[in-house]
Nanobody, 119 residues
Framework: QVQLQESGPGLVKPSQTLSLTCTVS??????????WSWIRQPPGKELEWMGA???????WDSPSLRSRTSIFRDTSKNQCTLQLSSVTPEDTAVYYC???????????WGQGTQVTVSS
C-alpha cells in the first residue's frame, strides 16, 4: 500500500520561498499513469489544488498560482517537491500531497503538514 509523507518547515517568513517534500513509500512515483498532486487547505477554507507532477515528470499548475509554484521530483529518492515563492500570510494552510490516476481524483493522501507564514 502506497504511503505519502509531507515534510518541510512549519514556519516561513513573508516573501520567502516555501519548500515542501513528499516522500513516497510502497510505490514508485514513476509508476505508469499516476499523478502526484499538491493540495492545500487554508484555515476555514476549502481544499485548493495547487499543481501536480506525473509519472513522466510532466507538470501542471493551478492558473492562480502558476507564477509562484514549481514542482519537481527526485526519482532516486522517490520524492516530489513543491516550491512556492513570495509567500504571504494568505499561504498559511495545511499542505497535502496526494496520488491519483488523473488531476481531479485522489486515492491516497499524506497526513498533511501545517505551514504558517508569519514574521
Amino acid at each position: 500500500q502506497v504511503q505519502l509523507q509531507e515534510s518541510g518547515p512549519g514556519l516561513v517568513k513573508p516573501s520567502q520561498t516555501l519548500s515542501l517534500t513528499c516522500t513516497v513509500s510502497g510505490g514508485s512515483i514513476t509508476t505508469d499513469s499516476y499523478f502526484w498532486s499538491w493540495i492545500r487547505q487554508p484555515p476555514g477554507k476549502e481544499l485548493e489544488w495547487m499543481g501536480a507532477i506525473d509519472y513522466t515528470g510532466s507538470t501542471w499548475d493551478s492558473p492562480s498560482l502558476r507564477s509562484r509554484t514549481s514542482i519537481f521530483r527526485d526519482t532516486s529518492k522517490n520524492q516530489c517537491t513543491l516550491q512556492l515563492s513570495s509567500v504571504t500570510p494568505e499561504d498559511t494552510a495545511v499542505y497535502y500531497c496526494a496520488r491519483g490516476s488523473d488531476l481531479g481524483s485522489f486515492d491516497s493522501w499524506g497526513q498533511g503538514t501545517q505551514v504558517t507564514v508569519s514574521s
